[in-house]
């Protein structure tokens, strides 16, 4: 069994998004946490507000779609052994990891979660056996196949795909993502445009900068 991953730092900072904001959605933000076997975990979540909903109301995800590369290379990294073109490695969260690897695996999430009951993910024909196993296929996307209560929006934000990727690799990279949401107990889907993350997110690579002249000083 792997060792659980060790918590080292964890930066929540907005991403460079469209200028064209919209009742709920707020755009992206990203928690970056070193791993215990020196690896990099990036949680990408869509964030959201209050705004448009009245009591009772809460917003409702129903997919991401259209990811494409801005700049740099994402390089995932997956623990799952799913087959795919000569390739191992799969985006889908679901039985082919384990619990203890699934904080150093790769995936993409339609409900918040990496668990069983978030196992219905369901990849859109974009990502092609499993998309590109290091980077989320251009024009890719996801959605939950089995809708429900998993994929309530709650605490104003909701997981949406965590990238691991060794230090090495742990570099600049953009995307461009859109999501589509609506309000709990309506069938109008808002669809609010294109908006982007970035790995590592600027203020985490600041507090690494910082550590490590910080660690120089003691020395």
Known sequence: MRTPSVFVSSAVVLAATSSFATAGFTGFTADRVVLSNGNIQHKVYANFDNVGLQTGQSWVFLNAYSHSTVSGTMNAVHQDFFTADGEVGTWQAGSSVSAADRDFDSWVTSSGLATSSGWG???????????????????????????????????????????????????????????????????????????????????????????????????
Request: without cysteine; glycine residues 16%; aromatic residues 8%.
């Open 121 to 219: 993910t369901a990849l859109d024909p974009g990502f092609g056996n499993g998309g590109t196993i290091g980077d989320v296929n251009n024009g890719a996307g996801w959605y939950d196949a089995t809708p429900g209560t998993a994929n309530t929006v709650t605490g104003g934000r909701m997981l949406m795909m965590q990238i691991v990727r060794t230090a090495a690799n742990d570099t600049l990279y953009t995307a461009n993502l859109s999501v589509t949401y609506k309000i709990s107990g309506t069938s109008n889907p808002i669809q609010p445009g294109a908006f982007q993350y970035t790995i590592p997110a600027p203020g985490a690579v600041a507090l690494a900068g910082l550590a490590g002249l910080a660690g120089r000083r003691r020395r």
